[in-house]
């Protein structure tokens, strides 16, 4: 019965071939970029310059996120052009609530507060229903324009108007 057990280390063989071809390395190298016609030495040097880290000298970088002048919210009544009327914080334009949408004909314009009852999807909190709900289905005219609601609406919720 022969019993087989590991060595610690590696086989002497191996360690003899490491030496060798570190020994020989340049005779190597220059042989395979005979045979390759110099494609070794270039495959060698498109690997180091794919292994370095992106240098950002001459490079325009771009930051895609909106400055803020403060963490804090500073909300506006905003009626855009597609008739939504919304609370918009006025530090990054980003919409807090969704007040509701002006609804109708051009000659019977109404005001459309956000609630269930109304057909929205995400009504607008019910403490605000409360505050707002005088406003709801109000008829725009020339007496009563788009700045006048959302300065009514402003007034309501005690934010500061431009």
Do not use: C, W
């Not at 980003?94 to 956000?114: N, T």
Request: hydrophobic letters at 35%.
């Amino acid at each position: 019965m022969d019993i087989f057990s590991k060595r610690d280390g590696p086989r002497a063989e191996d360690v003899k071939a490491k030496k060798l071809i570190r020994e020989n390395a340049g005779t190597i190298r220059r042989l395979a970029d005979q045979i390759s016609n110099g494609g070794y030495t270039k495959m060698r040097q498109d690997e180091a310059l794919r292994k370095q880290e992106p240098k950002p000298e001459g490079l325009i970088i771009h930051d895609l996120k909106l400055p803020t002048k403060s963490d804090a919210p500073d909300p506006y009544v905003k009626v855009s052009i597609n008739n939504r009327v919304v609370l918009v914080d006025r530090n990054n334009g980003r919409q807090l609530h969704m007040l509701g949408e002006i609804r109708g004909p051009s000659f019977a314009r109404r005001f459309a507060l956000a609630t269930k009852g109304n057909g929205f999807m995400s009504p607008v909190p019910e403490e605000m229903v409360s505050l707002l709900s005088s406003l709801d289905g109000v008829e725009l005219s020339s007496a009563f324009t788009e700045k006048d609601l959302a300065a009514n609406l402003s007034g309501l919720l005690d934010l500061e108007t431009d």
